[in-house]
């Protein structure tokens, strides 16, 4: 196990991420530090980094480092993005880092940054057809991609910070400043020709702080059931909500709207203004915001190198092996059970009649069916379905997500039907009897490896009359995993109006 840290000095903050990287080439975050250094305020005047913000940035940067030492880190990614990069006292600064604290910053090009953006973005998200914007203090990326390459890509030269101070009017309220941002940043955005000819399949990703803001306060006005960020998607009329919130208020009571960190209410008008002017300007009527961006890229760069070249091609499956390495699962077993549903889930359509979709819902419920063992044996379905739900998963939607942790509790629907319920906003009226069906399927694949051998090979199914008939393909004695498989007879009635023989 290697033990890495990212050093990303922004614009507007300084973050620290700590990850454990495993033999596999799979990572996992152990610990994270953000503070706000807001190293790009004020350079628009004479282009230097202020010592006011330097000696921000050198404390902050002090507490990393002791971070890094008592987390005995192994490899460190210090990066600096645009403020650093058009700085004037530039190496004066870079140097004090570096005699201070012991980082040596590398400062990322333009197209280092951006390229490190898509690769967290590519190798966490099933978005084939993209625009990955990321709005920093000082500079707003445009990165557009298709199957997997970059096609186009802009640096405009500026961000939140900038625009703030740029639109900073004592005189002038909220949505005054915002207006004259959107009016700005359109002006900007409708000189890139290629935004203009955009396919419709193409998809709008956001990218940092601001976009994770955005989704928070959303998912309050919405009542979003479900606690997670990645992957969450805004609609427009939904971004409208937030902006009229937002551009409505006065910067002393803009502090309190829930979801918006106190750190950004400053410029957070300024940072939607910005989005809002992006929107006009293109046809999108809906937001993916990515929780994984220009660290994350950094961290998928260093634990599979391949990516530098192509994306992960199984974005979700590199992310299931994530979670089973972390929760020390059984893999071979939880692999064997997950083949022997999807067996079981082909034999069966002609009966359960499910589209193909679910079966990403099995194959996420089967491979973390044993995920709750983490916590104990005895009710580990429940803390599978706990463990599902907030194992963050990449590549996949939060339906499906909910789905599989519902299909893993192997529960009927009188014992979760609360919980149910609380996840109605995002679930449809089919969803309960394909989870009923599915957890069917889980169970009987469960039972035929309860020795956890991999003993039943193959299955083959044949429904006759009002029995299905399910013959087994087997390396030796097999009586306890088809006994064990045979309690589920009562509940493989209920779902699917047959009786289940087992040979």
Not at 404 to 418: G, I
Request: glycine share 4%; hydrophobic share 40%; with cysteine.
């Amino acid at each position: 196990m290697e033990r890495i840290a990212v050093i990303d000095l922004g614009s507007n903050s300084a973050r620290l991420v700590i990850a454990d990287v495993m033999p596999s080439g799979h990572f996992v975050v152990v610990d994270e530090l953000k503070e706000t250094v807001r190293l790009g305020q004020d350079m628009e005047r004479d282009g230097f980094l202020k010592p006011a913000r330097v000696a921000q940035a050198v404390k902050t940067l002090k507490m990393f480092r002791k971070m890094c030492d008592s987390n005995k880190v192994d490899k460190e990614y210090p990066i600096a993005t645009n403020a650093v990069r058009r700085a004037k006292n530039q190496k004066s600064f870079l140097e004090e880092i570096n005699s201070v604290c012991g980082f040596r910053f590398k400062v990322l090009t333009e197209e280092e940054e951006a390229m490190y953006i898509y690769r967290g973005v590519i190798n966490s998200l099933d978005v084939p057809k993209g625009v990955i914007v990321d709005i920093s203090g000082s500079s707003t990326q445009l990165i557009h991609y298709n199957r997997r390459n970059v096609l186009n890509r802009e640096n405009l030269p500026f961000g939140t910070i900038t625009l703030s101070d740029l639109f900073n009017d004592p005189n002038s309220t909220a949505a005054e400043q915002a207006r004259n941002v959107e009016a700005f940043v359109t002006e900007q955005f409708g000189r890139i020709s290629w935004l203009k000819e955009l396919e419709p399949d193409v998809q709008f990703v956001g990218v940092g702080g601001t976009f994770r803001n955005l989704a928070k306060i959303s998912r309050i006005i919405r009542r979003y059931p479900l606690d997670m960020i990645h992957n969450c998607n805004v609609s427009t009329s939904d971004f409208d909500t937030v902006y009229e919130k937002v551009t409505s208020r006065e910067a002393d009571k803009r502090t309190k709207i829930r979801g918006l960190s106190v750190e950004r209410a400053d410029i957070f008008v300024s940072a939607l203004a910005c989005i809002k002017g992006f929107i006009s300007c293109t046809e999108f009527d809906n937001i993916v915001v990515s929780c994984s961006g220009i660290r994350e890229g950094i961290m998928f760069s260093h634990a599979v190198p391949t990516t530098l070249e192509k994306p992960i091609t199984d974005v979700l499956g590199h992310s299931l092996m994530t979670q089973m390495l972390h929760y020390n699962v059984n893999i071979p077993h939880a692999e064997h059970v997950c083949n022997l549903s999807i067996q079981l889930y082909k034999q069966l359509r002609v009966l359960h009649k499910l589209p193909r979709q679910y079966v990403k819902v099995l194959r996420i419920a089967s491979l973390m069916h044993d995920a709750g063992l983490r916590v104990k044996f005895y009710d580990k379905n429940r803390h599978s379905y706990y463990f599902i739900l907030n194992a963050n998963l990449y590549g996949v939607s939060h339906r499906d997500i909910v789905l599989a942790a519902f299909v893993a509790r192997h529960q009927s629907y009188e014992d979760f039907k609360f919980d149910w319920a609380k996840y109605a906003s995002i679930l449809r009226e089919e969803d309960l009897m394909a989870v009923m069906k599915l957890s069917v399927i889980l169970r009987i694949a469960e039972s035929l490896d309860r020795a956890q051998s991999g003993a039943v090979k193959t299955l083959n199914c044949d429904v006759l009359g009002d029995s299905v008939i399910m013959k087994t393909q087997v390396e030796g004695d097999c009586s306890l995993e088809i006994k064990d498989a045979l309690t589920v007879g009562a509940d493989f009635a209920k779902a699917y109006r047959k009786n289940l023989e087992i040979l």
